[in-house]
């Protein structure tokens, strides 16, 4: 099946046809899990010629296999890049890149805002190798350009960032790194490209944590890559084969068949945040929502000129700080509590403590997550339940 034209078809169908779809060898709809670690070559010279690359062809699944090479056509295509290149975890993919472009004495500028397993790597791990993690806000220009030197490598952004969905201006950013010759790379784990494709807004590399949104059904732990071909050669040639941090087939196939239902799974995920965090906005309990979506939100402006969606992420702060927090978090029955996020279940957890304790305290209140910022992945389930969910443990809380 020929690939349909990006500008005629509308996102759902892409993301139900957009890769093609049919295994060649079989015609199989829906794509095999190619589980196996090692391809059979016709003769010594077939084998020999894959290897130096004068003919295509699958050697051994930690370099490349089919299933995994249909997700990463799918990827490629719906961001809108020439290639991608799928990885075990979302840190994995993170860990390849910065390894790809910087060597020990070289740094990188990157949002102060991150996944707590990426500050962690940004601050603590990559130093030992040499390589230093410049976290600034970059939500401020004039702080992004002063922190670039002549060892600057790239600039790293994660918008909406997690926890606290702060929204860094994608097309300014390029404009930055382009200034500096230096690549953008962009974590679009909480948009998706169904509503944020930074490859259009000028950045050079995309991030996923495909764990999330991409797979969306809690089920696997992944991440993609993608960029230009050329690129891309280079990160599965080099970093992925030394590496090793693959992607399974089984992990890859869970991945394209999540994706067919992308569209209209980010479409309920929205409708049902928009409406939990204007309930959560009116009531007294809480002092604060944190929603791109909403007018208050410091960069509602930006987010609307880049993103046609707000996601379905909510981070609010309760009045009462980290003990009211819990008791809401105790409180709950349809949101469950626990870590990852873009799950069809609805989720809780407080980032202080959990997915950003990697943080110092100083840190932490640099960023903005306080005690009481609690974080809800709000997932498809009917938008009364969950309001009617939290509006029981709101009232457990006496403050
Ligand atoms: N980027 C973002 C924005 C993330 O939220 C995460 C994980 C990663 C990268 C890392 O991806 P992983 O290796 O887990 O696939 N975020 C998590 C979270 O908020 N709770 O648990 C994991």
């Known amino acids: 099946m020929a690939h349909l034209n990006f500008k005629k078809a509308h996102f759902a169908t892409l993301c139900v046809h957009g890769s093609g779809g049919v295994d060649e060898a079989t015609g199989a709809l829906s794509i095999p899990i190619y589980q196996s670690s090692t391809f059979a070559f016709k003769n010594a010279k077939h084998g020999a010629d894959i290897f ?7 050697v051994y699944t930690r370099i490349g296999n089919p299933t995994q090479a249909a997700l990463e056509k799918e ?23 910065i390894l790809s472009l910087c060597q020990s004495g070289d740094n990188f500028v990157s949002s102060d805002t991150l996944y707590g397993g990426t500050h962690s790597l940004f601050v603590d791990t990559l130093p030992r190798l040499a390589i230093e993690g410049r976290e600034v806000n970059t939500t401020n220009l004039e702080t ?3 922190a670039i030197d002549d060892k600057t490598r790239l600039l790293y952004i994660e918008s909406p960032a997690n926890p606290t969905l702060i929204v860094s201006d994608i097309r300014a950013c390029a404009k930055i790194a382009q200034k500096h010759h230096i690549p953008l790379v962009v974590d679009n784990t909480f948009s998706t490209p169904f509503f944020q494709r930074p490859l259009e807004l000028g950045a050079d ?9 991409i797979g969306g059904h809690g089920d696997t732990v992944a991440g993609v890559v ?15 084969r030394d ?4 992607i399974s087939p089984l992990n890859a196939w869970l991945l394209v068949r999540g994706l067919k239902t992308l569209a209209v799974r980010m479409e309920r ?10 309930f959560l906005q009116f009531h007294p309990k809480v002092e604060q929502v944190w929603y791109p979506g909403l007018a208050t939100h410091p960069q509602h402006e930006i987010a609307k000129q880049q993103m046609s969606g707000f996601g379905g992420m909510v ?4 009045k009462g700080g980290r003990k009211a927090g819990e008791k809401l978090m105790n409180s709950v029955k349809i949101f469950t509590l626990a870590v990852s996020l873009g799950d069809v279940d609805s989720l809780i957890e407080h980032p202080a403590s959990m997915t950003h304790s990697t943080y110092s305290e100083e840190a932490l209140k640099e960023v903005g997550i306080s005690q009481g910022l609690v974080r809800l992945s709000v997932g498809l389930e009917d938008v009364h339940d969950l309001i009617d969910d939290l509006s029981q443990a709101l009232r457990k809380i006496n403050i």
């Open 52 to 58: 130096s690359g004068e003919q295509e062809g699958y």
């Open 75 to 97: 990827m490629a295509f719906l961001e809108g890049g020439e290639a991608a290149l799928a990885f075990g975890s979302g840190m994995a993919a993170i860990s390849s890149v």
């Open 144 to 146: 992004i350009e002063a």
């Open 205 to 213: 590399i995309v991030i996923h944590s495909a764990t999330k949104y």
């Open 226 to 240: 993608i960029g230009k071909q050329e690129y891309i050669n280079n990160l599965r040639g080099n970093f992925l």
């Open 243 to 246: 590496l090793g941090g693959i």
């Open 269 to 278: 995920h929205q409708q049902n945040a928009i409406k939990v965090a204007k």
């Open 315 to 318: 981070s609010f702060e309760i």
